[in-house]
Structure formats: C-alpha cells, structure tokens
C-alpha cells in the first residue's frame, strides 16, 4: 500500500503523520522504515513530481526511448520509394523516346479553315462501329474576340467589353460546353481558336488559372434570328440550356437579342415602330422564352443593318435600348461580387 500526506504546514504535517502512526500501531500494523521518506519537498507519483510548486512530468519517464528497429525500417522504406521513383523516371523517359519516333508536330490551323475529324476516338451513336465513318466533317475553325466601344476621341473607350465567340449550331459542329463554361468564368483569354471536339486545357498559353472579376462575363447575351428560332433542331437549344443553367449557377444575367425581325413579319418590314405589336414577332419570342426558360422581358427584338447606306433612328433606339439593358445586368453583377 502506497499513502501520501500532504499538508498545509510542516508543524501541521508532523501532526497529521504521527496520527496515521499512531492509527496504524493500534491496528497493529507495520511500515518498513527504508521504504518511508518523511518531509520531502518533493515527492515522484505515477511519473510525475508532486512539489510545493504543482505537478510537472518526471524527467527521467519523459525521455523517448530510441527504437533501432523501427528506424531501421524506415530508412529502407525511404530507400525503397527512392529506387522506385528513380525506376519510374526512367521507364517515363524511354517510354517517351519510343513514342516520339511516331509523333509529328501539330499542323497550325488559323480562324475560318475548315478541318475534317478522325472518329477513331470519338464515341459515335452508330449501331456498330464498322459502319461509322472514318472521317467527318467539315468543321470551321471559331475565335473567341474581344470588343471594346470607342468614346470621343482616340484612345478612349467605354468601360466594358464585349467577347463574341460563334454560335452552337449542333453537338457535332459547335464549341464544346465546357468551353463556353470557362469562358464564364474567365479562364479564357482573348484570342483563343477553340476546337469543336477538344476542349481548352489548363496547359495552353491561352488558359488563365486565376481570373479576377473583370476577365469573368458579366451578362450573357445570345443572338437568335428571328426567322429560324421555330425551325432550330432541339439539340441546338438543349446545348443553350445547358450554357444558360451553368451561368445562372454562377449568378450571370442573361438576354436574348432576337434579330431579323422585318424578315420574320411583313408588318414590321412596313413599319419597325409596330414590332410590339406584332402577333408572329410575340409568337417568336414567346417561343423563345418557352425553349430557353427566358423570361419575355430579356428578350431584344432588333432589326439588323444589311441594306441601309444611312444612319436608321428607329433601328438605332431598338439596338440601343437592348444594349442600355445588357450594360445595366453587367453592372449590377459587378455591384453584387465586388
């Protein structure tokens, strides 16, 4: 049995000691007189120094105890991983000079060539693989453009920017969703010639890992002709879907400018201040906004300039009242995120 006695006071401590002594010879009960220490300052305990001070760890239990086997272990795991990585290394390096004997530099392409596809890769929708044709195509080669609005004199622009990249027109023959995703976010830079069936990755010049506020898009405007939104192959408006899901996640307003419309209504032709009025030009943007999922009031129709010599004010106010919107919707998400 192991006691401990502690006390506020020596002359209260001898005190205490000598009642547990005496408590112990009436029960006839002994203590061996080596194994007793009396009025220390400090005593050990289950590894720890009980003093007048507090409690504290015992120096001589605290110590780690070096164990030869594990670090020999170790050390021939590290040797192990770096013989591996040294083999690895080396198999890459001769891997690659194999395949160099067959690889050839990447033909240059430039905006507006045409490029025919091979299918070995990609996963068609053909009953069998063997009637698939090797090639298809032909694909144009798209840019994305940036826009700036000058103002006054040389120089001077206007505080935004439009980025015009072409349109969708089918899976096979557009630019890939994740494209038109990063563009965005900003992640794509000016100048960019994308590819209808790969899309930009994090190596190219042309990729920016970290975009700030002003490279993303502030306000996503599509352009749709008037007299073919009712002959657009559902394909072409699941894709606009898609794009326009992924810009409402990231809190982007979106407009539709809707253009051709003398084209579309013989009544507008005559008289553009009657496009309001116009029963087939709602019907299209009613159609439009059912397709899209967007709202009537972010739909711009316009009339475009392809065969006037002069300036056209009816024309100006339509195009300039959708622009006067498409600037407001940017400016409010650039309110809201900074």
């Known amino acids: 049995m192991t006691s401990l006695f502690f006390s506020c006071s020596l002359q209260v401590h001898i005190q205490h000691v000598r ?54 272990f170790i050390s021939r795991c590290r040797r192990t991983w770096r013989r591996a990585r040294e083999a690895l290394l080396r198999t890459r390096e001769c891997t690659k000079r194999l395949a160099d004997r067959r690889r050839a530099e990447a033909p240059r392409y430039i905006c507006g060539q045409r490029v025919w596809l091979s299918t070995k890769n990609l996963p068609l929708k053909v009953p069998f693989k063997k ?96 007299i073919t939104v009712s002959l657009m192959h559902e394909e072409v408006f699941a894709q606009m879907r898609a794009v326009r899901e992924k810009a409402r996640d990231l809190g982007i307003p979106q407009a539709i400018i809707m253009t051709k419309v003398d084209e579309a209504c013989p009544l507008v032709k005559e008289n553009l201040e009657k496009i309001y009025k116009s029963k087939r030009i709602k019907q299209k943007m009613d159609d439009c906004s059912s397709r899209l999922g967007v709202p009537m009031s972010f739909i711009y129709p316009v009339k475009n300039y392809h065969e006037e010599h002069a300036i056209n004010v009816k024309m100006d106010v339509l195009i300039l009242d959708a622009l006067q919107n498409i600037v407001n919707f940017a400016n409010d998400y650039v309110e809201a995120h900074t």
């Open 19 to 72: 009642r547990v002594l005496q408590r112990l010879l009436e029960n006839q009960l002994f203590a061996k007189a080596e194994k007793c220490s009396f009025h220390n300052q400090s005593v050990p305990f289950l590894g720890h120094i009980i003093s007048v001070e507090g409690i504290c760890m015992d120096p001589a239990k605290s110590s780690e105890a070096a164990v030869p086997s594990v670090q020999a």
């Open 131 to 226: 009637l698939a044709p090797r090639f298809i195509g032909p694909y144009p080669i798209v840019k994305c453009n940036t826009y700036k609005m000058k103002k006054g004199e040389a120089g001077f622009f206007y505080p935004f920017t439009f980025t015009d990249i072409a349109g969708i027109h089918n899976q096979s023959n557009s630019i890939m969703a994740n494209d038109i995703h990063r563009l965005l976010n900003g992640h794509i830079i000016d100048g960019y010639t994308f590819n209808p069936v790969s899309s930009i990755t994090e190596d190219d010049p042309k990729y920016k890992r970290n975009p700030i506020l002003k490279d993303r898009i502030h306000c996503l405007v599509a352009v749709l002709p008037a």
